[in-house]
């Protein structure tokens, strides 16, 4: 059963950061791209950065280029969402998705 769990969403305030993770299991995790998504209030769901399987390549919203950071490891199954200079349009509900599965979210507030 392919399952994916993300974790790390909080409250936080304008300028700061947070790194969101996603474990998976079920499936070869190795072989897949993998990426991570989010839903703003009233909005729907869009694309924030995608890696390549290898860890090679990844692609990000112009909205967090220069801010957010997407990377891998294999060995732990798990892709990682590295967020600085976080700002109130960033919150959302963060999903990560993968082997066409998505996980549950969690949430990121950003509000001073």
């Known amino acids: 059963q392919v399952r994916l769990v993300e974790s790390g969403g909080g409250l936080v305030q304008p300028g700061e950061s947070l790194r969101l993770a996603c474990l998976a299991s079920?499936?070869?995790?190795?072989?897949?791209?993998m990426g991570w998504y989010r839903q703003r209030p009233g909005k729907e769901r869009a694309p924030v950065a995608v890696i390549g399987a290898a860890g090679v390549g990844t692609t990000y919203a112009d909205s967090v280029k220069g801010r957010f950071t997407i990377s891998r490891d294999n060995d732990k199954n798990t892709v990682y969402l590295q967020m600085t200079n976080l700002k109130p349009e960033d919150t959302a509900v963060y999903y990560c998705r993968g082997a066409d599965t998505w996980g549950q979210g969690t949430q990121v507030t950003v509000s001073s």
């Open positions: 079920g499936f070869t995790f190795g072989d897949n791209a």
